[in-house]
């Protein structure tokens, strides 16, 4: 029945850009033949899973035919003990990509307009056009959030605005002297949503989380995840922290049983796991230092980051790196789809990841 989906669907969703996850490994293997493969592209913890996690996942095998607690109710108690909130201030979801959606259901009318920087997280615009909202993209300056130009970009129909922090790609933070002149000029009805998926990395203490102001009141959430830093990627969750109020409202929409009984489990008991998270971010520090080191001597242009993954400029066309390092069996992710041509961005590994890559990648650009 031709035509059907044309004239059936609803018009939203032929204006979106499908997000662009990095190329998984098993497509390479199959693909080019490659049996060593390394994955450098989505910004896991090279680490795994802390110890503690698989314990608690495989403490929950002889339970797979029970649903899961669709109120989350174990986790939310070690949430609020590790934050000094109630249980009742916490949104669970699956991945924060679902929590992004549940907040753009809850919140976004086909006349709303959020505010984001640009390049930054794809999701907070796909979200908003799947609702029929508005976007508007607010280019970077020095490749982190311009918060000046974000608030003269606010109008009447702003709705929500989106503070990646550090940004995904660039790895750079916004300061609290910036985050505290931007609130302080805001709207009491606009929403700040403070994407923190990459806190747990951050060393620079000129970094404020947007923690701050929801206990001064402001309309905030807080997301986190356990996708990074926790390597608990393949389990699919994350977590926003709010007001009562907002959390009871996003609730509404959300599905029942949409956090599995596993990630549950494991989420709870990597919160335990300090050891695993220092080693982690140990591990991070010294791939960053090792790579800063090589890129210089190599004359590349990088930003500084503040996360576990560093956007450098190859002076090549990324496609073309990108596929060159594929035979090799390394993974990256090119910049052209955050319109960098000549960039790649690169997850920080282990010591013996990160020296293929910069092995590969010097034979690559010496060609």
Same mark, same amino acid.
């Given at each position: 029945?031709?035509?059907?989906?044309?004239?059936?669907?609803? /018009?939203?969703?032929?204006?979106?850009? #499908?997000? !662009?996850?990095?190329? #998984?490994?098993e497509?390479?293997?199959?693909?080019?033949?490659?049996e &060593?493969?390394?994955?450098?592209a989505?910004?896991?913890?090279?680490?795994?899973?802390?110890?503690?996690?698989?314990?608690?996942?495989?403490?929950?095998?002889?339970?797979?035919?029970?649903? #899961? &607690?669709?109120?989350?109710?174990?986790? $939310?108690?070690?949430?609020?003990?590790?934050?000094?909130?109630?249980? %009742?201030?916490?949104?669970?979801?699956n991945g924060?990509?679902?929590?992004?959606?549940?907040?753009?259901?809850?919140?976004?009318?086909p006349? &709303? *307009? !959020?505010?984001?920087?640009?390049?930054?997280? +794809?999701?907070?615009?796909f979200?908003?056009?799947?609702?029929?909202?508005?976007?508007?993209?607010?280019?970077?300056?020095?490749?982190?959030?311009?918060?000046?130009?974000?608030?003269? +970009?606010?109008? %009447?129909?702003?709705?929500?605005?989106?503070?990646?922090?550090?940004?995904?790609?660039?790895?750079?933070?916004?300061?609290? *002297?910036?985050?505290?002149?931007?609130?302080?000029?805001?709207?009491?009805? !606009?929403?700040? =949503?403070?994407?923190?998926?990459?806190?747990?990395?951050? +060393?620079?203490?000129?970094?404020?989380?947007?923690?701050?102001?929801?206990?001064?009141?402001?309309?905030?959430? !807080?997301?986190?995840?356990?996708?990074?830093?926790?390597?608990?990627?393949?389990?699919?969750?994350?977590?926003g922290?709010?007001?009562? %109020?907002?959390?009871?409202a996003?609730?509404?929409?959300?599905?029942?049983?949409?956090?599995?009984?596993?990630?549950?489990?494991?989420?709870?008991?990597?919160?335990?796991?300090?050891?695993?998270?220092?080693r982690?971010?140990?591990?991070?520090?010294?791939? $960053?230092?090792?790579?800063?080191?090589?890129?210089? /001597?190599?004359?590349?242009?990088? =930003?500084?980051?503040?996360?576990?993954?560093?956007?450098?400029?190859?002076?090549?066309?990324? *496609?073309?790196?990108?596929?060159?390092?594929?035979p090799?069996?390394?993974? =990256?992710?090119?910049?052209?789809?955050?319109?960098?041509?000549?960039?790649?961005?690169?997850t920080?590994?282990?010591?013996t990841?990160?020296?293929?890559?910069?092995?590969?990648?010097?034979?690559i650009?010496?060609?």
């Open positions: 029945m031709a035509g059907f989906v044309e004239r059936n669907a609803r /018009k939203e969703i032929f204006r979106l850009k #499908p997000y !662009v996850p990095g190329k #998984p490994i497509e390479v293997k199959r693909e080019l033949g490659v &060593d493969v390394i994955k450098m989505s910004n896991e913890n090279p680490l795994g899973a802390s110890p503690r996690a698989r314990e608690a996942i495989q403490a929950m095998l002889d339970d797979l035919h029970i649903y #899961p &607690d669709s109120n989350c109710y174990y986790l $939310k108690q070690k949430l609020a003990a590790k934050y000094e909130y109630g249980a %009742e201030n916490f949104i669970i979801g924060s990509d679902e929590l992004l959606r549940l907040i753009a259901e809850t919140f976004i009318s006349e &709303d *307009q !959020v505010i984001f920087g640009h390049p930054s997280f +794809a999701e907070y615009e979200m908003t056009m799947i609702m029929g909202g508005g976007c508007q993209a607010v280019k970077l300056a020095d490749f982190k959030y311009d918060l000046p130009a974000i608030q003269a +970009a606010i109008t %009447e129909s702003t709705k929500i605005v989106y503070i990646c922090n550090p940004n995904n790609p660039t790895g750079t933070i916004v300061s609290r *002297q910036e985050i505290e002149d931007f609130m302080a000029g805001l709207r009491d009805d !606009v929403l700040v =949503v403070f994407d923190e998926a990459y806190y747990e990395y951050v +060393a620079d203490p000129l970094y404020q989380s947007g923690l701050e102001y929801l206990e001064r009141g402001h309309n905030v959430i !807080v997301l986190r995840t356990f996708s990074k830093i926790y390597g608990l990627a393949a389990l699919r969750i994350g977590y922290i709010t007001t009562p %109020e907002i959390a009871e996003v609730n509404r929409v959300r599905e029942p049983f949409n956090v599995n009984s596993l990630a549950q489990a494991a989420a709870a008991a990597a919160l335990d796991d300090t050891e695993h998270l220092k982690s971010r140990e591990l991070n520090q010294q791939g $960053k230092e090792y790579l800063y080191q090589e890129f210089e /001597k190599m004359g590349l242009s990088y =930003v500084p980051t503040e996360t576990n993954f560093i956007f450098v400029d190859t002076g090549r066309d990324c *496609q073309e790196v990108f596929q060159q390092l594929l090799q069996g390394v993974i =990256v992710r090119t910049g052209d789809i955050f319109g960098y041509p000549t960039s790649i961005r690169v920080i590994g282990s010591q990841e990160n020296q293929r890559f910069i092995e590969n990648l010097k034979r650009l010496e060609d």
